[in-house]
Each structure stands twice: as C-alpha cells, then as structure tokens.
C-alpha cells in the first residue's frame, strides 16, 4: 500500500503526479526507508519458489538517466540479492518440466514518461516511481512460446495464493522482460540474446517470442548477425523494434547504496514466514489427486487459481468429489468464461452447486435435466431443490412405475420388439426414446436401461 522507501500510496489509476512524496521525487536531503512489509512479501514469494533465502543482501544503486527517474540512478540489487537459486515445476503436455529460478530481487520502479499528450512535449507521472518490485530472473531453460505461457501462469497462481502479487497484468502488476536467443539444433552455446522490455500480457509474450526468434532465424540463415540489443513490441503491427543497444552490469556502474544499511535477516522470521504461509499449488494438487481421487489434469486445472481450488474443496465437502470436478470444469467453467466471470463473482454459490451435483449422483434428476436446472440456477438464483421441486422435475425413479411405462411401449411396438429380439440390436435406442418421450425425459436412464434389458429378454 506505500512505496519502496517511502509512504506515498500506491493505488493504480489516481491523477497524475498526486501520490509523490518528497523521496519519490529525489529532494535533496531525502532519505530511503525501507518498507518491512515489502521485505516480508519477498522472502514469502522466495519460499514459494523453493528458493534460497539470503539473510544478508545490499542495496546498489543502478546509475542510468531517464526523464522519469528523478534520482538519476535506480536503487536495486545486484550482487547479493535478497532471495537467491530456486526452481518452479511446470506442468506440460509431455510431462513435467523444472524451470530454475536465478534470483529474486528488489528494486524500486521508475516513473512514466507520456509522449501523446501534445504535439511538440511530454509529460512525466511520478506515482509509480519508488513502488516496490520484485523481479523473478529465471535461468534460459525455457525453449517455447507454451513453456512461457505455462510459466508465467504458474508464477501468477504462486503469488496469488501468498498474497504478494495480484497477478493484474492490466493494471502492470506483473510484466516481463523477456530474452530470446536461438541457436542450431545440437549446438551448446547459447546465441546472442536481445530483450524485449515489458509485456505487459500472456498473448503478447508468446507473439513477441515468436517474431523475434523468427527474426533471429532469418538474420543468422542470411550470413548476418545478432546484436545484443533491448528491443519493444509493437504490439499493433506485431513485431519488435530496436529500442539501445543491451547495457551490461559495468554500464550502470552499480555500487552500494550510501544511504542504505545492508539487510541482514534473523532466521526466526524466515521460519515463521514459512509457518504461515497457506497451501501452495503443488501441494494442493498432490491432496486433490490422493484424497480426492482427481487425476493429475483434473487436479492441475483446479489448483491453478487459488479461488478455483477453494470453491472446489466447498462443493466437494458436500457432494460427490469426482462429479463436482467434472461439472465445474464442464459447464460452470464454459458459463464463467461465457459471461467474463472470475470464479469469485460466480452467480451460483458453492452450497448450490454442491446441491445440483449431489442431485445428480443420487438419481433425484438425470445430468439431461441437470443442465436445464443450471440454467434456471443462472437466471433466478435459487437453489437447486427448489426448481426441481416448482418445476415438477424430479427424474422418475420408481421401478414399478418405469416397468408399467416400458411395457406399455413394448406393447405398442410389437413389430420392433420382434425385430429387436432377430438381433436389431439398435433399436434399443429407439426403445429408451420412447420411454424418455412418454416420462417427459424424467425417467432414470440407468434403471430404464436395466428394466428394457430384462424385458426384451423375456
């Protein structure tokens, strides 16, 4: 809710220039403090991704000029980070794959530069100078576009279930720069990297990746080469653009910042960051899996946000555990996604749904009649019971009275049965039709497929 070094608010979208204290905007005189909570959010995030924890890490400061940095110089870390190697697993359609992690660090973002305000100036917002980031540095272990994607999402879904980043990529909660290099099937050495800086979506990482290692492809196979260079993603005409040539650590002439002590870390706080935080993904899909009796897809897609999961573990208290993953991934997913829908703001609750999926698993309605009650759920809210009660619903479930409406059909159709029993065997489909027609589609189709069965034998 404050800035790196500073009280200034951080809330997303306020005027221009009105949440700059006299720090953010590098009065002289003015000193960094540094905001605990951030120090915690860090080393939460660390442990969430398996990843050493530093107990003494710098401050540097990272010298380079914009319009929007008003210090002239960045404060970050450089080589003692507060959070150190660490690895994330991703879930891939041909198995699982590690990803590790470099570093974790801090450092305070820069402000904004506008330049289609006038014609002939630009204007600088301040508000987001000196708000908190934590820049996650994967080590060059992803090889695709989809290894991305799946990354990203594994560590928006980390984060959220910690509490230490919303993952709104709106709103420039979670972006990326990311690097792409190529090189010859069979060759060891790395290629030249170039940086695309700050995607600010899952979509446009993927599209900047695949032009830019196109472009690669095409400049090596042409006899040309690579230059390390930072680049931008038009994200209009879908390609990168040369930004500057890639500065390396001696250009920012790092040092230690004079006016920042080094933060040295007492391991109770460690451990007791670790004790509260709350069951991470990876965990989570192991309990789905061996409690809940999920298969590994199935666990993966519930776990993947921490809403999702929570809704889930309701509805799954209350009603048949496997049936209730394969309606909320079938069609309370397909209605959310539908109507643009978080999880959060489902217009069904979770004791609801729990009812319409217990409904189901004890024959009260058939799944044909669940998905007309569903909608019916959408429109007015009501609990399951009640429409199915008002609307005369109930799945026909008396043996006795199945039995009596089969024969009638059976008598009826004396030709077909005749035919049936010559070894038509498909007309057995014609037969539950009949009875589904005659029930109104509220008989039982497991027990009309064993009374049918057991009277065409007879």
Not at 267 to 279: A, F, G, N, R, V
Not at 281 to 293: A, L, M, Q, T
Not at 366 to 393: C, H, Q, Y
Request: hydrophobic share 35%; proline share 4%.
């Amino acid at each position: 809710k404050s800035k790196l070094f500073s009280d200034s608010p951080t809330n997303f979208g306020a005027e221009p220039n009105t949440q700059v204290s006299l720090v953010d905007a590098a009065f002289p005189g003015m000193l960094p403090v540094i905001n605990e909570f951030c120090i915690k959010q860090a080393v939460k995030t660390g442990i969430g991704l398996n990843a050493a924890i530093n107990k003494k890490s710098i401050f540097d400061r990272k010298n380079y000029f914009y319009a929007d940095l008003p210090q002239g110089y960045q404060i970050s870390q450089f080589k003692y980070p507060i959070v150190g190697e660490g690895k994330v697993i991703l879930d891939m359609p041909y198995g699982t794959k590690e990803i590790e992690i470099e570093r974790l660090h801090l450092e305070q973002d820069a402000g904004k530069s506008i330049h289609d305000q006038d014609p002939k100036k630009s204007f600088v917002d301040l508000n987001r100078s000196g708000i908190a980031l934590m820049e996650i540095v994967s080590k060059p272990d992803l090889r695709s576009p989809d290894e991305v994607s799946t990354y990203i999402k594994k560590l928006r879904s980390i984060m959220r279930y910690l509490g230490t980043c919303d993952g709104n990529m709106q709103e420039g909660s979670l972006r990326a720069d990311v690097n792409v290099s190529v090189r010859a099937k069979g060759s060891k050495e790395f290629g030249t990297r170039c940086e695309i800086k700050n995607v600010n979506s899952i979509k446009f990482m993927q599209m900047a990746i695949e032009y830019e290692a196109n472009r690669q492809v095409d400049l090596i196979e042409e006899g040309k080469s690579i230059d390390q260079e930072t680049r931008l993603f038009d994200t209009k005409k879908n390609e990168t653009r040369s930004m500057r040539s890639k500065e390396d650590a001696h250009d920012y002439r790092y040092f230690p910042d004079p006016d920042l002590l080094p933060l040295k870390l007492e391991q109770k706080l460690i451990d007791d960051l670790k004790k509260s935080l709350p069951e991470l993904p990876d965990k989570k899909k192991e309990r789905f899996i061996k409690e809940y009796g999920l298969n590994a897809y199935e666990a993966n897609v519930l776990v993947s946000e921490k809403e999702i999961s929570d809704y889930y573990e309701e509805v799954a208290k209350l009603s048949d555990k496997k049936l209730a993953a394969t309606w909320m991934m079938g069609d309370l997913f397909a209605m959310l996604n539908d109507k643009g829908l978080d999880i959060s703001k489902s217009p069904i609750s979770a004791k609801h749904f729990a009812e319409l999926v217990q409904s189901i698993k004890s024959g009260e309605i058939s799944g044909r009649i669940a998905k007309e009650v569903f909608e019916i759920m959408l429109e007015t809210g009501d609990n399951p019971k009640k429409i199915i009660e008002s609307k005369g619903l109930k799945q026909q479930s008396d043996p006795k009275e199945l039995e009596k409406m089969i024969n009638e059909i059976l008598a009826k159709n004396n030709d077909k049965v005749d035919q049936y029993k010559s070894g038509k065997e498909k007309l057995f489909g014609f037969f539950v039709g009949q009875v589904m027609k005659l029930s109104g589609g509220k008989a039982n189709p497991q027990l009309t497929n064993e009374i049918l069965k057991k009277l065409l034998k007879g």
